[in-house]
């Protein structure tokens, strides 16, 4: 296949004089300086480095969100062909970017350097999983489960590193091409129910995965699985210098993809290059907090006014239909590489599908039906209509809209269709509650929020179907109730 180089505007010019944000912190604490400050650059240099830094965080989100998963992953003593698992649903202590609390998720990470790895699948018989395998920029390479390649039938996959020779591999394989070494597979083991007996099922399901070096296939080689319940995971997106450190450990661990050679000689300004110590001073470090927190700015300018998915309401799905063509064609279609959609999308959470919106659907609101920012110390509903368009389940689940991270030390993040206990009205519609307390209905159909913050909702649709994507079935906006 022709291989396709595609410019990157290495000049993205923001304003180099800059009032730092309020942001959260990785602790997830709300932090503001009592004194706002300012970057002034002192020259064309500083400019130009400011400007390129403001590129790189846009052009390396996905990476980073990457790396700053395996690295978690390390400091609970995983590492690479190893599975990281939440033996129960989610809760608060996952502080990785918008996961899913309605599902048992599986994460097995691979390293091909030293040779193909094989993820086997098993059969959708007593489970079902729903799930992509990505390489290290979380570009799908190809989707597993029911609505992969297996079609639900269950199988081995062989993820091949870069420029291996398929020949080499006897029939009997899924054929995964990877072009970098590193990569991880998000799998999700769908409940039946979210009854305790289905959620240790869905448990026992996730475990009959197997991961392991091609080379010990015939050796019965065990699989791994690292307990990652036990303390808390912080994957949240630093919005300081620690994400340039970030993405030079990427930049060191995997040669440029050809689409983005032309990123080479700009990270190189910013003291990012392969093979050379990264060391930055007092004030490229300076430069590197404002440029990352630009950098979050303009993506949050995008991310807040994204077109809605129904008109007139403010539910809407983040991906372009560029970044969503790029994914399943893996970045080969000339003219495109949508750069900054990318960003959006990894800046508020991981993982992407091959076939991105088939397998499940998800709509976000960040406002109200009045179109105001979701503040945590108010009131709001959201009537959910009968007859959901879904062959498995839906859910809404509440987000701090700072870090995109489920809000500490919350009772619980979401509901469900499966949530047991969730009461339905009289004509099938089911009214979910949103605020610090719970409303005079009980706690039921209520999600709790932090008074002192913002949130988002977003909203899943897992197995969804026509009605869905034609609009005959319709969500309704969020409501602000006294």
């Not at 400050?37 to 390396?60: D, L, M, P």
């Not at 927190?293 to 077109?307: C, F, G, Q, V």
Request: aromatic share 12%; with cysteine.
């Amino acid at each position: 296949m022709k291989k396709i180089m595609v410019s990157i505007a290495l000049l993205f010019f923001v304003t180099a004089c800059k009032k730092e944000n309020t942001v959260e912190s990785n602790s997830g604490q709300n932090t503001e300086s009592s004194q706002k400050t300012e970057f002034h650059a002192e020259n064309i240099k500083e400019k130009i480095q400011y400007n390129r830094a403001v590129q790189a965080a846009i052009w390396g989100m996905p990476a980073v969100n990457f790396e700053l998963m395996y690295k978690e992953m390390e400091k609970i003593n995983g590492s690479y062909n190893q599975v990281l698992l939440w033996p129960e649903l989610l809760n608060w202590k996952n502080q990785t970017l918008t996961p899913n609390p309605d599902v048992i998720y599986l994460m097995p990470f691979f390293n091909t350097e030293k040779g193909p790895v094989v993820l086997e699948i098993p059969p959708a018989d007593n489970g079902t999983f729903n799930g992509s395998v990505m390489n290290c920029w979380q570009a799908a390479i190809e989707d597993v489960g029911p609505g992969g390649m297996d079609k639900g039938k269950g199988g081995k996959y062989i993820i091949l590193p870069p420029g291996y020779d398929k020949s080499k591999i006897p029939s009997g394989y899924f054929v995964m091409q990877s072009d970098t070494y590193r990569g991880y597979a998000l799998l999700r083991s769908v409940l039946k129910s979210g009854s305790l007996a289905d959620v240790k099922a869905a448990v026992d399901y996730g475990k009959r995965i197997k991961l392991y070096p091609y080379a010990q296939a015939s050796s019965s080689p065990q699989t791994v699985f690292i307990d990652a319940s036990k303390a808390e995971f912080n994957s949240a997106i630093p919005y300081n210098d620690n994400f340039y450190q970030a993405l030079n450990d990427i930049v060191q661990e995997e040669p440029f993809l050809e689409r983005d050679r032309a990123m080479i000689d700009a990270l190189k300004t910013i003291g990012i290059e392969r093979g050379k110590t990264f060391a930055p001073d007092a004030r490229i470090k300076e430069i590197f907090n404002s440029a990352s927190k630009d950098a979050r700015e303009y993506l949050l300018s995008i991310y807040e006014n994204t077109k809605p998915f129904y008109a007139g309401t403010n539910w809407f799905f983040p991906a372009s239909d560029e970044y969503k063509l790029s994914v399943m064609k893996s970045y080969v279609t000339p003219g495109i590489y949508p750069v900054d959609n990318r960003g959006v999308c990894y800046m508020m959470a991981f993982f992407s599908a091959k076939h991105i919106g088939e397998s499940q659907y998800y709509l976000l609101a960040l406002k109200d039906k009045e179109g105001n920012f979701l503040k945590g110390n108010s009131n709001y509903k959201v009537i959910v209509p009968a007859n959901v368009p879904v062959k498995q389940y839906w859910s809404i689940t509440v987000y701090n809209r700072e870090t995109h991270t489920f809000i500490r030390d919350t009772k619980w993040a979401g509901r469900s269709s499966q949530t047991p206990g969730l009461k339905k009205n009289t004509d099938g519609t089911v009214t979910l509650y949103f605020g610090p307390k719970p409303p005079a209905e009980g706690e039921s159909n209520w999600i709790p929020t932090d008074p002192k913050g913002d949130f988002e909702l977003l909203a899943r649709f897992y197995g969804p179907t026509k009605a869905l994507y034609d609009q005959s079935w319709k969500l309704n906006d969020v409501e602000k109730v006294n």
